[in-house]
């Protein structure tokens, strides 16, 4: 029985819930957001924003814990990727660091990039200096995932959206309503514009 346990368990063992929440964290950090399963999101929220209260504090101790509960590797190697499209490397939350601060070897191994925990403690946590709480929001998507077709959500950091759309985009109904709008004003200007002669034929 699982009486006064706290957290969904997913299916999975311990080692493999664990790593998997570390995973999903560190990709919400480095992309500002995620594509996931509405059950995943709702089981990493809470650990990803513990994570950024710890960030805060700034210490060798919040430090050392991030170390211990994230595993500080590095991040933003896709920046220097040419196969990734220009588009993706705009990020709405920090400033995504250049290609030539991104290093590889002769073998193609990644060489020189920034590390996790200090991508968080540096630009993420400042991001939320003055907010309680809160950090992430969890917006439903109009599509299924394939195979078991269960919903997908987007989980990602609040703050500087781009509008009530996830892709900062305007919603189908907005769209509607203002072509309606440009309709009638065609009309209200056509109608008045051209007013009818009289007849004098009679």
């Known amino acids: 029985m699982r009486h006064r346990v706290a ?5 999975l063992e311990s080692d493999h819930r664990r790593a998997m929440l570390r995973n999903l964290a560190a990709g ?3 992309h500002g957001e995620i594509v996931t399963t509405l ?10 924003e ?5 960030a ?7 430090r050392r814990l991030l170390t211990s509960r994230l595993t500080d590797r590095a991040v933003f190697a896709w920046v220097a990727d040419p196969k990734v499209k220009e588009a993706r490397k705009q990020s709405p939350y920090w400033t995504v660091p250049a290609a030539s601060e991104i290093e590889f070897n002769r073998f193609g191994e990644l060489r020189k990039a920034p590390r996790l925990v200090h991508h968080l403690m540096t630009r ?20 299924r ?6 919903n997908l959500v987007v989980l990602q950091l609040v703050g500087r959206e781009g509008g009530s759309q996830v892709s900062g985009g305007t919603s189908g109904r907005r769209g509607t309503a203002d072509r309606r709008t440009a309709f009638a004003a065609q009309i209200r200007k056509e109608s008045t514009k051209a007013p009818a002669a009289p007849d004098t034929t009679a």
């Open 39 to 48: 059950t995943k999101a709702k089981a990493v929220k809470p650990y990803v």
């Open 50 to 54: 513990r994570l950024i209260t710890i």
């Open 145 to 150: 995932r394939l195979g078991d077709a269960t």
């Open 28 to 30: 919400l950090f480095e």
């Open 56 to 62: 805060r504090h700034r210490t060798l101790a919040s």
């Open 7 to 11: 957290g969904k368990q997913l299916c």
């Open 124 to 143: 993420v946590a400042p991001l939320f200096a003055d907010r309680p709480g809160g950090y992430t929001r969890i917006v439903k998507l109009d599509r």
